[in-house]
């Protein structure tokens, strides 16, 4: 990873909004749905609250009624976020989208309501990392869990967030795929692994 993108994501602690975001009446709101229709007709509505607010292009909202289909390697549970973000890279503007598992992978119970809204907190704040601070990369950094926080707060959800986290990582996110028409620079075609991955979350491509 360039070390810029990085430095970057480390060094901004909160969102900027072009004007106050009015969202904490969803955001409770939020928190008081458990269905997956619910959930995803309120989430999108915030996520249009927080998109404008912030002056960025639109993110489309899907939450499946169903458990987060998981992988596992030597028994152990790999995959274990609750959402994915996409972006398209290459489309103007580029179009973001957030995919949340109503379900949790192995006992499949429905998402406790402050998991899904920090979920939804978290995929967004990946939204804002490309088409607001214009990263190319949006590592898990420290200042990537300190912008979910400082959202979170600032829609009076802060509560939903978790404290500081001390440990920051450059390895790539699980969660997040950039779609960059199928062709990586340099066109070398992604890894047969990332594009199955990207076919079993998001589906085959409507044609
Ligand atoms: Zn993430």
Redesign the pocket.
Known sequence: MPRSAYERSKGVETVTWREFPLGKGIALAILDEASATGRQQKGQALLDVLDEAAGLPPCKLTVADRPQRHRTREGRLELK?YGYYRIAWESTPRRGSIRIYNLTAIRQQVLAPKVFLETLL?EWV?HYDFTGLELDRSP?TSGFFNRIRDLAETLGVGYVAPPKREVSSAAP?E??MVAKDHLRPGGVPPPKWIRDQVLALFGHPRT
């Open positions: 976020t978290h990946h898990h996110p969660d997040v």
